[in-house]
């Protein structure tokens, strides 16, 4: 039972985040309506702690995970958005929140129900889903901007991040902001170099 509630959130995320990463990718949406979106759905939860309508219990029921504050991974993701949008250039929080909405989904769907291999990492996760997260991932980003080697390996570094799950030690590492975040600074990090550097992001 466990698994299948586990498996629905991971879908909900995965299509939920799609939906928010290609109204961004199309202009649609940007920070300031990522941020605006961040403080109701933070106000949101909030006033679910004394009022709680039928119809939204039913969904945080169904799609969020046991947790003393309702509807987090919403406002996380949210505020992931916010924060890699607002700070970084396009080109570069696409493949921030890429490694989020795509790995962070398809990793546990895949490691939850065909893993066999655990991850020597961290034993709650399977070695299967993070390979797959990580090549769902990397054909995303070759579809919609430049696939370098050097991309490949920050994504690579995101998604094993990912996979340590260091929300258990602080709500400061949730996945939905950190992984974003960690990946851009990364790549911006590295882009830094002039040119002429051999393995520079996009060329």
Known sequence: MAHKNETKRQLFHLIFGLVLFFLYY?????SIHFFILFLISLMGSAIYLYYQPKIIKWFIEKFDRDSKIPAEGVFFLFLGFAVSTFFFEKQ?????????????????????????????LNKKR????????????????SWLTN??????????????IESLELKRYSYAFD??????LITCLLLVILNGFPSSW??????
Do not use: H, Q, R
């Open 147 to 160: 696939l370098t080697f050097l991309i490949s390996i920050i994504v690579l570094v995101g998604m094993v």
């Open 92 to 120: 570069i929080a696409i493949i921030g929140l890429l490694t989020l909405i795509i790995g962070d989904s398809i990793s546990p769907l895949i490691g939850i129900n065909f893993g066999k291999i655990k991850n020597p």
């Open 26 to 30: 199309f202009n649609f949406l940007n």
């Open 198 to 203: 051999p393995l520079n992001l996009f060329y």
């Open 175 to 180: 996945d939905n902001t950190f992984i974003p």
């Open 126 to 141: 399977n070695i299967e889903g993070l390979i797959t997260g990580y090549l769902a991932t990397l054909v995303f980003i």
